[in-house]
């Protein structure tokens, strides 16, 4: 049975590091982008990993930065795994092969064939081995992430059907709440979610009771589509 890995995203504080981990999270995300309301210093980013347990993987999240100064910050708090959440092309991820890389796409209906095939082309052409997945972010938000705006799940499954994203594991995200994420999993089939906004009580600060619901809500479509 696949089972579906879940990533609690813009992690602020210890305790709801803590708090993920214990409902049962995969992996947390920590933000760099200083514009972003959830952005961490390295020195809060330290507390927050200094509390997480084995086997939950962090992961550095990034926008539009050099990949000197993600190489710099990720080795600085001992990453190995980067998110890029912004427009960058596939000689970033190249350039970052140190490093697992989560790259965020917009599920544009009118370019996402597109952009599925510039990344398709890229793991072949440029050997991007250290690829491990895209991130199917909401367009037309204007922000990078966290939003809480539904994604476009029809596009999505579209283009599943005519093999868009053969080689591309698929991480679902998007407006994702307790309440949705069933249906996505079993409708999308994702390797893995990734949630921010549906999570919380407030911004930056994620609810126990939200998170123990997202991820029995995950566990219960796996049971129920296999």
Excluded at 219 to 225: L, N, R, T, V, Y
Aim: net charge neutral.
């Amino acid at each position: 049975m696949h089972r579906t890995r879940v990533k609690i995203c813009g992690i602020t504080r210890p305790e709801d590091a803590r708090a993920a981990a214990e409902a049962g999270a995969d992996g947390i995300g920590l933000i760099f982008h200083p514009p972003a309301p959830r952005c961490l210093t390295i020195e809060r980013a330290r507390d927050i990993l200094a509390t997480l347990p084995a086997f939950v993987t962090p992961v550095g999240v990034f926008v539009n930065v050099s990949p000197e100064q993600v190489t710099q910050t990720a080795t600085d708090l001992g990453l190995r795994h980067v998110q890029l959440n912004g427009n960058e092309p596939p000689d970033v991820v190249g350039a970052l092969s140190r490093f697992a890389v989560i790259k965020a796409v917009r599920v544009e209906r009118d370019h996402f064939g597109d952009t599925l095939a510039t990344w398709r082309s890229a793991v072949t052409n440029l050997r991007l081995t250290n690829l491990k997945g895209l991130v199917l972010e909401t367009a037309g938000t204007g922000k990078a992430g966290g939003t809480g705006v539904p994604n476009d799940w029809e596009t999505v499954r579209q283009h599943q059907r005519t093999g868009s994203f053969d080689g591309l594991p698929v991480i679902a995200a998007g407006g994702l709440t307790p309440e949705t994420v069933g249906r996505v999993v079993r409708d999308i089939r994702p390797w893995a979610v990734d949630v921010s906004s549906g999570v919380e009580d407030a911004p930056g600060r994620k609810s126990v009771h939200k998170l123990a619901a997202f991820i029995q809500a995950v566990k219960d479509a796996d049971a129920a589509k296999d």
